[in-house]
């Protein structure tokens, strides 16, 4: 067994602080790199990764046009506020429409606009390449083997993957614990 007292190791990087070799730092720089590859792909269209994940989720190829606004939230992991400024930034854009749910008038559809049709189809195999380059250093069974066990520790820990999840909470008279 491990002594819980025993120093991490740092993972050393050349041009950056060091990063303790926990899940947590991992994580988290793996993210960066992740959001970082995904900002270069969809810059020229003047679309952040989380404007372009929308997108990804309502195109009529292979996303769910369509989709409700909450169920979007959902699937991307973030508050229904959040959701609800990233569509409404792709609405002012012309690459996304909403309409009222005729089954629950309370509720938003939302899909792409032909426009935005058009962006995603441009821009998706740019991103998709991108996304590879970051996994380059891994031969094709090492990143198959890396998707897996993400996707395996992701699904055994669902219940702690909420919008929000750690964030302190804060009051009118600012932050607390």
Known sequence: MTDPRAKVP??????GPPVRRIPLALARRFFQICTGASAKAVAEADLTPLEFAVMAYVNSTDGE?????SALAARLGVDRNSTSLLVGSLESK???ER???GADRRARLVRLTPRGEKLFTKLHPQAIEHQ???LDVLDPAEREVLLDLLVRVIEA?????????????????????
């Open 10 to 15: 740092l993972l050393l990087l050349e041009d």
């Open 65 to 69: 046009p369509d989709i409700d606004q």
């Open 94 to 96: 012309g690459l996304l």
């Open 99 to 101: 309409r009222v749910n």
């Open 132 to 134: 590879q380059q970051v």
């Open 157 to 177: 820990n669902r219940d702690l993957a909420r919008p929000g999840a750690g964030r302190r909470k804060r009051s009118a008279n600012g932050p607390t614990t």
